[in-house]
């Protein structure tokens, strides 16, 4: 492995005086990187991504599948920063109702969709992967809850740093403040760089390790840090819609992951970082196509259930089908979005009690919320909080 220490200085924090911060080189790392032990992992990764672009197709509506998967991978990030809420929870707080934590950590795992959805849907529209989307959807994302008060859509003009009391004894000190446009105007020009081109998994792992170092908001940067690395791979066409998430493989290693980031920073050594990050989306990509496959499985066999009732099955299976997108609900806005009377709606809902498709789970005679709950489950794999 290539170790690469003057790619990387090491300065005495601006503010104290005391503490050592990273100041990182622009990308791609010099010397180059050593792609022999790279490239089996990078191929393997590939396929098992174009296997997950694939399946992604063969959802019935794979609007409704990406809608879920948002929402997970919103409630897995926020977990890495320390947030309880579970899919359900989510869900739950998107339907209005009560959850059974903090209404904060709700509030920040729905303005990380937020955030996510917006900057999907800007970049559908072809405006660039930039600096700027990256300041919107950091507003969106600290636009209420326990980060509004960390300057929103601004770089920051102070010095941070993560763990510890102050720079002196942190576990990491990013650049200090009067490096960070410079920085972050070389890591924009190496996302926009088609002279060298970098296979697009290298430079999404390459611009996540420089992102997270550099730091440049106050309050966010992990969970923006995370999907820059999905919306790299859309941008270069890797994937067709974001499927691709890591903070399950980054939650379940959450040692190794933050290690391999400082091995890189006190080192330069970026490979093993490489090998750990394809490692990740191997796997993620392999428990995304199986995701796919169990939904599947479970929407066929419950169609076949519902088409066996008879006249009934029309309106059932249009419930059904808005169950995949709002999996814990009631009958009000099932007749609110389905375009159907609200006695159909009860009636499609008894029928999919007495299939065993959805639970009841308030045990109330009036204002019942119904759970899709072996379609949660699926999803909700992975997700049980620290």
């Keep these: 492995m290539a170790h690469r220490p003057d790619s990387w200085k090491f300065i005495k924090n601006t503010v104290s005086g005391e503490a050592v911060a990273y100041l990182p080189a622009p990308l791609p790392p010099t010397p180059p990187l050593e792609m022999e032990c790279i490239y089996p992992l990078l191929d393997q990764a590939n396929l098992a991504l ?40 989510l869900l739950m707080y998107e339907n209005k109702e009560a959850v059974g934590v903090p209404i904060d950590d709700v509030i920040e795992v729905s303005n990380y969709v937020a955030a996510m959805e917006y900057g999907q849907r800007r970049i559908k529209e072809d405006f660039p992967l930039s600096l700027r989307l990256i300041k919107e959807m950091h507003e969106i994302l600290l636009q209420k809850g326990r980060g509004a008060g960390k300057q929103p859509a601004e770089f920051r003009k102070s010095q941070n740093w993560i763990g510890g009391t102050r720079p002196g004894n942190a576990a990491f000190v990013p650049p200090p403040q009067e490096h960070v446009l410079d920085l972050l105007g070389d890591l924009e020009k ?49 994937l067709q819609e974001p499927l ?50 169990n939904i599947l499985k479970l929407l066929n066999e419950d169609r076949k259930k519902i088409e066996g009732i008879g006249r009934a099955a029309a309106s059932t299976l249009t419930v059904h089908h808005y169950l995949l997108r709002a999996p814990i609900t009631d009958s009000k806005k099932i007749e609110m979005n389905c375009d159907l009377s609200l006695p159909t709606v009860n ?13 009841e789970i308030t045990g109330h005679s009036r204002n019942k919320i119904y759970v899709y709950s072996q379609y949660l489950k699926i999803m909700s794999d992975g997700i049980e909080p620290n």
């Excluded at 019935?60 to 579970?86: N, W």
């Excluded at 009636?347 to 639970?359: D, G, H, P, R, Y």
């Design 347 to 359: 009636s499609a809902l008894k029928n999919l009690l007495s299939l065993n498709i959805v639970k």
């Design 190 to 238: 190496f996302l926009h760089d088609e002279r060298g081109k970098v296979p697009a998994l290298i430079k999404a792992a390459l611009a996540h390790v420089q992102f997270e170092t550099i730091h440049p908001f106050l309050d966010g940067n992990g969970r923006l840090g995370r999907l820059l690395i999905t919306f790299i791979l859309c941008v270069e066409g890797i």
């Design 244 to 293: 691709l998430y890591l903070s399950l493989y980054f939650k379940k290693n959450k040692n190794d992951y933050y290690k391999h980031l400082q091995y890189v920073r006190e080192t330069g050594d970026w490979e093993e970082w490489l090998q750990f990050f394809l490692k990740g989306v191997i796997e993620t990509a392999n428990q995304a196509v199986d995701t796919v496959r």
């Design 50 to 89: 174009g296997r997950l672009d694939g399946i992604s197709i063969t959802v019935p509506d794979p609007s409704l599948f990406l809608y879920m998967y948002v929402r997970k991978e919103a409630v897995l990030s926020s977990q890495i920063e320390g947030t309880q809420s579970t899919l359900s929870d």
